[in-house]
């Protein structure tokens, strides 16, 4: 394993996740289905493990030091459903909003130093994922979207088909035009993130 490096492994650690992501959104529920899931898990898995096991190589932490850390951090990021002992609790909270809100109690608890909604969303993200996010993280923060008038009318839908067409449109009229579409949202999302706290704090 003297030639794999972290920063080697990350073109399959992506390309991994996006295979994952694709045997889920293409469905389950079928026994063939399930095993290509299986599968799909298991590459994944192994990319975690590749990774903790040339941690494990220079001396930093085990894959044991993964799982530890990761069911400490499930527990305590989810007081609604564990004790601090890690044991369940008895009543759960009643809607998602609840958890949620829960959920972003702890993370603030745990990084007070962290006063931008934006920070940790990870700049190696699609633009539209990354937009997506922005837009969560700033309605999670109680920040007011700023009011940005689209060049045209945006109708309504009423199904993520209708949405993923218009999405397309846009982008191949881009195309047409000669912009790059994913540059240009990348540039949306980053005027996004500015405009937010700083409307914020202008109230």
Do not use: C
Not at 7 to 35: F, H, N, P, Q, R
Not at 54 to 63: D, N, V
Not at 66 to 81: E, I, Q, W
Not at 136 to 153: C, I
């Amino acid at each position: 394993m003297g030639a794999l490096t972290h920063e080697s492994l990350v073109e399959y650690l992506l390309e991994e996740a996006y295979e994952l992501a694709e045997t889920i959104e293409a469905g389950t529920g079928k026994e063939t289905d399930d095993a290509e899931l299986r599968g799909e898990l298991g590459d994944v898995l192994l990319q975690v493990v590749l990774h903790a096991r040339l941690a494990e190589e220079r001396g930093a932490f085990t894959f044991d030091d993964v799982a530890r850390g990761l069911s400490a951090k499930m527990v305590r990021r989810n007081p609604h459903v564990f004790r601090p002992d890690g044991s369940l609790q008895d009543s759960f909270p009643a809607t998602v909003d609840e958890i949620v809100q829960k959920w972003d109690a702890v993370k603030r608890a745990e990084r007070p130093e962290r006063r931008d909604p934006f920070e940790g969303i990870p700049l190696a993200l699609p633009a539209l994922a990354r937009a997506q996010k922005s837009i969560d993280r700033a309605a999670r923060a109680g920040f007011q979207s700023p009011v940005v008038e689209p060049p045209v009318e945006v109708p309504a839908f009423t199904s993520e088909d209708e949405l993923g067409e218009l999405l397309l449109a846009v982008v191949r009229s881009a195309h047409a035009s000669g912009f790059d579409a994913e540059r240009a949202l990348r540039g949306a999302v980053r005027n996004y993130q500015q405009r937010v706290p700083d409307q914020h704090q202008q109230r």
